[in-house]
Structure formats: C-alpha cells, structure tokens
C-alpha cells in the first residue's frame, strides 16, 4: 500500500524547499484549467511508457482532481519498484480549498 499526505503537508514542503516530486497525472485539458506550480505533468494513460521521466530517487508525491486517479498511480509507481510514493488526499479540489482559492475549481 502507498502513504497519502494532504494538502497543509504538501504546502510545507514547499515552503521548506524539500526535494521532491510533484506528479499531475490529469489530462491535458484539466492542466490547462488549472494546476500547482512547480508539479511535473504526465498523464495517468501515458504514465506505464514514461516511467524513466521520474527520478526512483525522490519522494513522489502523485496529484489528480480528486484523490482517485492518484492512488491508482501510486499503486502502479510501487509495483514498479518507485520506493518512496504518497498520494496527494483531495487533489487539486483541496488545494483550491485550502491553499490557493485562487485556482479555478472545475
């Protein structure tokens, strides 16, 4: 099973300068809408043929809308042998909420 963190955590590792990886896997048109900085996009469907884009290294911490789509990443990262991964609890609709009410909610 993957760790989940939530958005007030998530906000502090960036305010701490913490090294890791914010992985978006929503589709191209959710991004266009809106997104977190300093996140690295790839999309759920093309995440199995890009897996060498993302450093084994880092924690990884996966994002989607909601919470869903992420925990299906999370899970598919750790079966391929990504040690340190987090779903991101909400999504982008907690972060809007709690962080940034300034993204568009959709």
Same mark, same amino acid.
């Given at each position: 099973?993957? *760790?989940?963190? +939530? !958005?007030?955590?998530?906000? $502090? $590792?960036? $305010?701490? *300068? =913490?090294?890791?990886? %914010? %992985? ?6 959710? !991004? ?7 996140? @690295?996009?790839?999309?759920?469907? =093309?995440?199995?043929?890009?897996? +060498?884009?993302?450093? /084994?290294? *880092?924690? @990884?911490? !996966? =994002?989607? /809308?909601?919470? /869903?789509?992420?925990? /299906?990443?999370? *899970?598919?990262?750790? =079966? ?19 962080? +940034? ?6």
């Amino acid at each position: 099973m993957f *760790k989940e963190i +939530d !958005v007030i955590e998530l906000n $502090k $590792k960036f $305010k701490n *300068k =913490q090294d890791f990886i %914010l %992985l978006d896997v929503r589709n191209d048109q959710e !991004v266009m809408v809106s997104n977190i900085n300093n996140s @690295i996009h790839i999309p759920m469907n =093309q995440i199995p043929s890009r897996l +060498d884009e993302i450093d /084994k290294s *880092k924690e @990884i911490i !996966v =994002q989607c /809308k909601s919470g /869903k789509r992420s925990a /299906k990443v999370c *899970k598919f990262l750790i =079966q391929n042998g990504f040690p340190d991964v987090k779903n991101l609890t909400g999504g982008i609709l907690a972060w809007a909420k709690h962080i +940034d009410n300034s993204i568009i909610v959709y």
